[in-house]
């Protein structure tokens, strides 16, 4: 798969909360994390996002926005705008 563009994963240490992050093929993405440290941790998968902005007087493309989470249309389930 070289060249192939690969997905930057995240796993948290249930353990002390330390994050990593892992670049490897999406067929591996719950394969065990080995500890970076040596420590013994066990890591789990995170959900991550991301961010994009477009360049100077350039819209961003909506297509690319992640839904907000919650109820309300600022995201905030318990926000200002109580929806």
Do not use: H, Q, W
């Not at 994050?19 to 440290?37: I, K, N, S």
């Not at 066990?42 to 961010?51: G, H, I, K, Y």
Request: with cysteine.
């Amino acid at each position: 798969m070289e060249g192939v563009p690969m997905p930057i994963y995240e796993y948290r240490a249930k353990e002390d909360g330390v994050v990593v992050e892992l670049v490897r093929p999406p067929a591996e993405a719950d394969a065990p994390v080995e500890d970076p440290e040596g420590k013994g941790r066990t890591f789990e998968r995170v959900l991550s996002t991301f961010a994009a902005r477009a360049g100077a007087g350039e819209r961003a493309n909506p297509g690319f926005a992640l839904p907000r989470a919650g109820c309300c249309p600022c995201g905030d389930p318990s926000g200002p705008c109580n929806n």
